[in-house]
């Protein structure tokens, strides 16, 4: 998990610890994507009403999404 969290932080997506209303997903993608976080909230509403799976893709991101500020483990030989 934590090569799929290190992807993540290389890719520059990351939760961050400010400005988050339940896990900060929303506010990450909008930082990564450079877009008002308020857009990428409507977004997601608006996924939700339609059918499919988009609290799954929020839980998954959720997981898989470091906090700011997050260190991978060193690895050990």
Do not use: H, K, N
């Amino acid at each position: 998990m934590d090569g799929i969290r290190a992807a993540f932080a290389r890719a520059g997506l990351s939760r961050p610890q400010t400005g988050r209303w339940l896990a900060g997903v929303c506010t990450g993608l909008a930082a990564r994507l450079g877009v008002e976080t308020w857009v990428v909230r409507l977004v997601f509403v608006l996924l939700l009403v339609l059918p499919g799976p988009s609290v799954v893709v929020y839980a998954g991101l959720w997981f898989c999404m470091p906090s700011q500020g997050w260190v991978p483990p060193a690895r050990t030989p």
